[in-house]
DNA sequence: GATTTTCCAAGCCGATCGGTCTAATAAATC
DNA sequence: GATTTATTAGACCGATCGGCTTGGAAAATC
């Protein structure tokens, strides 16, 4: 009924829309300084003057590219899980390495980014999902999602760890999967209140320890 | 110097203090409906109004019994190690039970507690210290110590299920105990988020497969 | 140059924030 | 009853909250 937006509009009339993918517009401005700030301190601890301030960025064009606060949320959700499915992917994919090590090496990065900012910045889906319960509704689902999509991720590199015989046959990948994010979030939620990464040192090197252990058993 | 305060005093003037054990007394209930509110919703996220109206209790009364929102949260942080010490104390000295199964029993005390609350309250230690970014800095030491405080009647614990032969003897039961609360913690915040139990059975399972599994590894 | 649309800029709104203040009331001693 | 102290009660304050509004500048088409 209503005219369907073709593959390529013949022409617009006023003004195009800027390019949003330059890192400097600001409405990508916006999401990085907002990724930032509310991994420090939460979403309900920041207003949004705090992050047009930080980015520099006057009140009439947040609520031009964005609706509402909420609206900016979810947008960072979004951005943020972009962000690390690109990580995640440099790490799980990177077939020089053997599938554990590979593991070994997001940890790793995970580790020196959060040292990076003097243990002051954790998890934007963890720090969501703790306040869960002062956030609008639909933040629930789409965190939801986001774990479930890292443990996936996760999930296949394990797999491919236990067919190169590095983790023992048995073991259901998935649920090893579901149980490092369980943990792991733990882990980074404990490194950003102590300002250590010692959290983060003894879960993964239980972890690695644990998905091993029958190797380590006695021997027959 | 000055009169230090006796044992007993001779006798006061004016109107004596309020019995505040008693549990309707004002800054009791102020306590007990602040836990309530701030395990689901955060510090932050809570206007001191919120809790003036839950309790039913003038604002006057509050700024009586507290100093300020701060000093509220802090007096709100010692309750609620008080209340999971003696918890803790329940489960882990019950000499009727093997050391192993008090930490089971603990685990299922605690899941059936977030059952109760349909998983919307997750462990206050956990909520404020995510938010750590955006709260005072006194917070910190506080929730710290508190992790320290139950990790080490943890510990005691795994000890005693050591020495009863349930956990290998190689085991650094500190460390382990450490490891179960980063953990745990993780685990908390994902039921709350999922609205499900799912994920403190997943890491619940895990962990005391992990404290095993040399016993269940191939025999000698 | 007129028109159309995008984007920038900031003043302003009602609501709510944490916190203060004053007055009244209650319960004890003197 | 006078005094002293504890507690209740809520109006009130300046600051900040999220969000709306209006106006104009910029960049394209016609």
């Not at 006023?14 to 991994?39: E, K």
């Not at 920041?46 to 609206?71: N, T």
Request: charged share 30%; glycine share 8%; proline share 5%.
């Amino acid at each position: 009924m209503s005219s369907e937006a073709s593959v390529s509009e013949p022409r617009r009339r006023g003004r195009p829309p800027r390019d949003q993918s330059h890192p400097n517009a600001p409405r990508a401005r916006l999401l990085r300084t907002g990724v930032a700030i509310l991994t420090e301190k939460g979403f309900s601890a920041v207003g949004v003057d705090e992050i047009l301030a930080s980015a520099d960025v006057p009140k009439g064009s947040f609520y031009h590219y964005f609706g509402s606060k909420e609206a900016f949320g979810l947008a960072l959700i979004d951005a943020y899980a972009a962000y690390f499915a690109r990580k995640l992917n440099r790490w799980f994919d990177d077939a020089e390495r053997a599938p554990l090590e590979r593991l070994r090496d997001f940890i790793a990065d995970a580790r020196s980014g959060m040292a990076r900012h003097g243990y002051r910045r954790g998890c934007l889906v963890g720090n969501l999902g703790q306040e869960m319960g002062a956030l609008p509704e639909p933040f629930r689902m789409r965190l939801a999602a986001v774990f479930r999509d890292w443990e996936m991720r996760t999930s296949r590199c394990l797999r491919a760890a236990q067919a190169a015989g590095d983790i023992p046959k048995g073991i259901d990948c998935d649920s090893l999967a579901h149980f490092f994010w369980i943990g792991w979030e733990g882990a980074v939620l404990r490194a950003k209140l102590e300002r250590r990464p010692d959290a983060l040192d003894v879960f993964a090197r239980g972890f690695l320890a644990m998905i091993q252990a029958n190797d380590m058993g006695p021997r027959r």
